[in-house]
């Protein structure tokens, strides 16, 4: 199995894993430091040898640490080595955590019972780790009353208590006063 150009693989959708993998006689190094196909260390040789080892057992000779000094080479075969980075690239992508931004719309005449609802549904997403943005809508004359919005903010803290932070205070933006929540840590 000969593999003389290694360029870069890709993972999902076209992005490619950052450099390329150098194998066989693409290592220019004089000497590496070989793990053999069972991951025993093997110990630094010269790097033809290396190849040349790898040829007769019918493995690559794959870079896999170069920034050690002599880079690390293992004998495996390529395609797995493909397989198995591309599999811990998908693994990564599973467990990382978006964190979105939900809104919340309110206008200033909402009942208590509403924002008691509202309320519920902001305790449900700072569950699921998201941000609530809390927005307060203003139309026509209800803009020259703004302070009735800031009460209705001020209640709504006060009916979440310890189950949100505040990313960022109440505040106006055009027509709407808006604040930004987060979840509070978890006592253990």
Not at 82 to 97: F, N, S, V
Not at 103 to 123: F, M, S, W, Y
């Amino acid at each position: 199995m000969e593999w003389h150009l290694a360029a870069p693989f890709f993972i999902f959708g076209g992005k490619s894993i950052k450099g390329t993998v150098r194998i066989n006689r693409k290592i220019r190094v004089p000497q590496v430091r070989l793990v053999d196909e069972s991951g025993a260390l093997v110990g630094v040789i010269d790097t033809s040898a290396a190849v040349q080892m790898a040829e007769e057992r019918g493995y690559d000779l794959v870079e896999v640490a170069p920034g050690a000094n002599p880079p690390v080479c293992r004998l495996m075969d390529f395609g797995q080595y493909k397989y198995e980075l591309t599999k811990k690239a998908k693994e990564a992508k599973k467990k990382q955590k978006v964190i979105k931004l939900k809104e919340v719309k309110v206008r200033p005449k909402t009942d208590e019972g509403d924002l008691q609802t509202k309320c519920n549904a902001i305790r449900k997403f700072l569950d699921d780790g998201d941000k609530v943005k809390v927005s307060v809508a203003f139309r026509g004359r209800e803009r020259a009353h703004m302070e009735v919005g800031f009460k209705v903010v001020e209640r709504m803290k006060q009916i979440l208590g310890g189950d949100a932070e505040i990313e960022r205070d109440a505040c106006t933006e055009g027509n709407a006063i808006t604040m930004i929540l987060f979840r509070t840590a978890k006592k253990k």
